[in-house]
């Protein structure tokens, strides 16, 4: 197609290679090199697709001398400096659409768990315990849910809830008049009044990093069940601890965390009061990573960076 070379230094679904080589895109597929491998060559290419392994900031975008465009098969771009790339001319591909599906249908799932305490009478059968009345459950038929955000994934789960019998409602500061069949666009006092449950699906930034404290939480009406499927620096989980200690939060349920992996995890003051409660559901980081997302993630991706070198 031209003469770009791409350096692929990530796991991604072999539809990206086909559709490469199909179009006659050169690249280099090395899903094992690290950070200081890839920073000894990163100077010889004028492409880069990653998922999620390193950090590829100012000093590796430096390094990057022919750099004319970075892809990430994933949702977001909180691992690439996004500013500096793009003040260096360097075009910007994620896959958002490629694991939206995968998101909604993850936070209802554990949305359902909790209010209707799967897990924890799950682990009671299993060591003996049959206690009906203490796992009794709640409907969400009726309830209002809303959303933070109403980009893909806001979308997506909007779109899952419609069967629910729900009003979902969505506050997005960055748009408007994007009311639609599913939800109802709101401002964040109506979100506040109305809320049962309180879903994210907000990029991670300078300007929502840590935004979610106990001021944020403080202004809701109703008891609510929280959903944080987003991006884990965005909440600070001692917040959310306080308001379920009070009852203003019913259960909370977190795909992602401001701190992931082992030991690092494990250190933070907060972990073992969170792990403690059979109100909290946790997963590890997987809401948007399904069969079939990886297969999504890559292929939306590669009609991208194609369509791109096309033009």
Same mark, same amino acid.
């Given at each position: 197609?031209?003469?770009? #070379? ?15 080589q199909?179009?006659g ?7 094992e ?7 000894? %060559?990163? *100077?010889q290419?004028? =492409? ?9 900031d ?8 022919k750099?004319?465009?970075?892809g990430?098969s @994933? ?7 996004e ?20 998101? =909604? ?20 059968? #299993? ?10 459950g709640?409907?969400?038929? =009726? ?7 109403y980009?893909n994934?806001g ?7 419609s ?8 506050? *997005? ?7 639609d069949?599913?939800t109802?666009?709101?401002?964040m006092?109506?979100? %506040?009044?109305?809320?049962?449950v309180l &879903? ?9 990093? @840590? ?13 609510i069940?929280?959903l944080m499927?987003?991006?884990? @620096?965005?909440v600070?989980?001692p ?5 379920l ?5 019913? @259960? ?9 992996k ?6 933070q ?13 946790l997963?590890?980081h997987?809401? =948007?990573?399904t ?6 993630? &890559? ?7 194609i369509a791109?070198?096309?033009?």
């Amino acid at each position: 197609m031209n003469n770009m #070379r791409i350096l692929i230094v990530d796991d991604l679904h072999e539809i990206l290679l086909e559709k490469f080589q199909k179009a006659g895109v050169a690249f280099d597929y090395q899903p094992e090199m690290d950070r200081a491998a890839a920073e000894q %060559v990163i *100077d010889q290419y004028e =492409g880069l697709l990653i998922r999620s392994k390193f950090q590829v900031d100012q000093a590796f975008i430096d390094l990057g001398s022919k750099l004319k465009f970075i892809g990430r098969s @994933g949702a977001g771009m909180d691992n690439i400096d996004e500013a500096y790339a793009t003040n260096k001319g360097i075009a910007l591909f994620s896959a958002n659409e490629g694991n939206r599906d995968a998101v =909604g249908e993850h936070m209802i799932g554990m949305l359902l768990s909790l209010m209707n305490n799967l897990n924890r009478g799950d682990q009671e059968v #299993r060591h003996g315990q049959w206690r009906r009345e203490e796992n009794r459950g709640y409907e969400l038929k =009726g309830r209002t849910i809303a959303l933070i955000g109403y980009g893909n994934n806001g979308q997506a789960m909007a779109k899952k809830l419609s069967g629910f019998d729900v009003q979902v409602i969505a506050y *997005d500061k960055y748009k408007t008049g994007f009311s639609d069949l599913y939800t109802r666009e709101v401002s964040m006092e109506e979100v %506040v009044r109305q809320a049962d449950v309180l &879903s994210f699906h907000i990029p991670l930034t300078r300007e929502t990093k @840590g935004m979610i404290d106990e001021e944020y939480l403080f202004h809701f009406r109703k008891p609510i069940f929280f959903l944080m499927g987003a991006r884990g @620096g965005i909440v600070q989980v001692p917040a959310v601890l306080k308001y379920l200690d009070e009852g203003k939060i019913l @259960g909370a349920a977190f795909d992602v965390l401001p701190v992931e992996k082992f030991p690092s995890l494990a250190e933070q003051e907060w972990y073992q009061n969170l792990i403690s409660r059979d109100n909290v559901l946790l997963s590890p980081h997987v809401a =948007g990573w399904t069969f079939e997302s990886y297969y999504k993630l &890559s292929s939306i991706l590669a009609d991208k960076i194609i369509a791109w070198l096309k033009n």
